[in-house]
Every structure is written in structure tokens, then in C-alpha cells.
């Protein structure tokens, strides 16, 4: 009788503590899962971000050449939107000219601040901002006419 009420006491402890570990371990997978799923949809949203920047890159580019926007206009806008892309999407060398002009004219006022200074003050702004684009309009261009021969190559996100 000795041995089998060491083996219901061990029992007794053993089948609650597997339990436990049961559903320790459904808890972990559950965990993982989720990981698993909250990394897929960071990575999809990522995606989607990165694609929605290439194409207003690939828009702005377009614009600045066929000048539908003025060059500091699409520069600082491409400026910003390569900040939204992964490193190594275009050469560095190349595309550091639309940051270069952002910073020179990211002193100029813009929208409501614009439209608060007279026309006097608005020339200007102007005929700085043109001084400015003149110093980085072929490089500029160049830019974006690299930006997108590279684009038409790699095809659709």
C-alpha cells in the first residue's frame, strides 16, 4: 500500500504542475502568434509607407522637371519623403541635392506666413529663392531625372 500512496501524492503534484505547464506553454505560443502577426502588420505597414514615398518621390520628380513645381517647392517635399525611405534607396551623392536646397530655403516663409508679408517682402523672398534654385537647378534635375530612370527600372512597388 506504501508505494501506491507515494504514487498518488506524486501524482498529486506532478498532474497540476503539468497542467500549469500546459497552459504556460499555450500562453507562450499565443504570445508568439501575436508577435508574429503585430510584426507582419508593421512590416506591411511599412511597406505601404515606403511605397506611398516612392511614388510621391517618383510625382515630385516628374512635376519639378516638366515645372509644374518650383525647384525648392519639390525639393524640400523629396527631401522629406526620402527621410521616410529605407537607407540605400538611391545614391547618396545624388539625391543629397534636395536636402541641400531644403536647408537653404527652409528659412523662407510659407502658406499664411507668406501671405503675411507685402509685396515688397514677397519679391524678395522670390528673387532669393531663385538665386538659390539657379545654384542647384542642374543638379537638381539631374536628380530627379535619375530618380526616375532608376524608378522605371525597378518597375512597381
Known sequence: MA?????????????PLAAYAGML?????????????AEAARSRA??????????????????MIAEEITLTEGCQRISYLLGQLEPG??????????????????HLPIL???HALDRR??????L?????????????LAAASGILAREADRGPD
Do not use: C, Y
Request: charged residues 30%; proline residues 2%.
Open 121 to 126: 517682402q514677397q519679391h524678395a523672398r522670390n
Open 46 to 63: 511599412r511597406a505601404e509607407r515606403h511605397a506611398q514615398a516612392r511614388l510621391g518621390i517618383r510625382l515630385l520628380a516628374g512635376a
Open 89 to 106: 534607396w538611391h545614391p547618396e551623392e545624388e539625391v543629397r541635392v534636395f536636402s541641400r536646397v531644403a536647408e537653404a530655403t527652409a
Open 128 to 140: 532669393e529663392r531663385a538665386a538659390i534654385e539657379a545654384g542647384f537647378r542642374e543638379l537638381a
Open 112 to 114: 499664411d506666413a507668406w
Open 3 to 15: 508505494p501506491l500512496h507515494w504514487l498518488l501524492m506524486a501524482a498529486a503534484v506532478i498532474l
Open 25 to 37: 506553454g499555450l500562453r507562450l505560443r499565443r504570445q508568439q502568434r501575436q508577435r508574429r502577426e
